[in-house]
């Protein structure tokens, strides 16, 4: 499209949103932007000092800390994927796996740490041509964008899918730990006092529980020429 427009995609964790976004991304030549890796890096940043005990996170400390927290993200054509950083080091991998997964939404209810992620956000998309997936870019860091969608998919469906995922990247993890780490995070997401996850007003409900992802980018695409 001619217009730098802005895509919204936000939903429940493993549903298949970066995937689509992802894909949209490349083919309509758009950004993509993953808000949930800020998180996650804010998460790996407060593990490695020790400012996360058992559900408790040290939010002073944090507070006084994150200003030396630089995230960056950039795509490496040789792999062919988006990788995000921290500072000056490469953190992809080490922000998926299982240890930062389990703490990653304690992180994700702090006020301070969400002000300065949105901030952030709208920084890196003011030119427009962004495609952002995450809980609250269509409720709260977006509101205003050109399409919303809200991406959901059976609970046993999204564990499954990111069992497969962990498992072929080699992390030793049962299925029942993935389905808790997903239902848990759902509820602290929905639950929370700051930006909960929820389905923005206008933004159109795709459940893909049992779509492959080139249906799921088809859908998409339609939602998109809809709106053109
Ligand atoms: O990939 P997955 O859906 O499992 O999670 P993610 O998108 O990487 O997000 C990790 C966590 O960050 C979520 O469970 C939320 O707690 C938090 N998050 C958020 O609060 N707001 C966002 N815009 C994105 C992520
Ligand atoms: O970003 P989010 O956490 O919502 O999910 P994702 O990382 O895009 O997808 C989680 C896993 O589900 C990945 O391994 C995808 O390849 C897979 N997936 C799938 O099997 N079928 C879909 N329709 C969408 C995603």
Redesign the pocket.
């Known amino acids: 499209p001619e217009k730098k427009l802005i895509i919204a995609i936000?939903g429940?964790?493993?549903?298949g949103?970066?995937t689509v976004a992802k894909d949209l991304a490349k083919k309509i030549g758009y950004t993509y932007i993953?808000?949930?890796?800020?998180?996650?890096v804010i998460t790996l940043f407060a593990m490695r000092n020790n400012l996360i005990s058992g559900d408790k996170v040290d939010e002073n400390k944090l507070a006084h800390l994150i200003s030396q927290v630089n995230i960056s993200f950039q795509y490496n054509t040789e792999k062919q994927r988006h990788e995000t950083y921290l500072n000056a080091e490469l953190v992809e991998d080490e922000i998926r796996k299982m240890d930062v997964?389990n703490k990653?939404?304690l992180i994700?209810?702090i006020k301070f740490v969400?002000e300065k992620?949105v901030a952030f956000q709208r920084e890196l998309s003011k030119e427009g041509g962004v495609i952002m997936?995450?809980?609250?870019?269509g409720t709260v860091?977006f509101p205003n964008a050109d399409l919303k969608i809200f991406m959901t998919a059976d609970v046993e469906i999204r564990a499954i899918r990111?069992y497969k995922e962990l498992k072929n990247k080699g992390e030793d993890i049962s299925l029942n730990e993935i389905r808790e780490n997903?239902s848990k995070?759902d509820f602290?997401?929905e639950n929370r006092d700051e930006?909960p996850?929820r389905k923005a007003d206008d933004a159109i409900i795709l459940n893909n529980s049992h779509l492959t992802p080139e249906e799921q980018l088809d859908w998409i695409v339609d939602r998109m020429n809809e709106i053109k």
């Open positions: 936000d429940h964790s493993s549903c949103k970066s993953d808000s949930g890796a800020m998180y996650r997964s990653v939404s994700a209810k969400r992620m997936d995450g809980r609250d870019i860091v990111r997903v995070r602290i997401d930006s996850l």
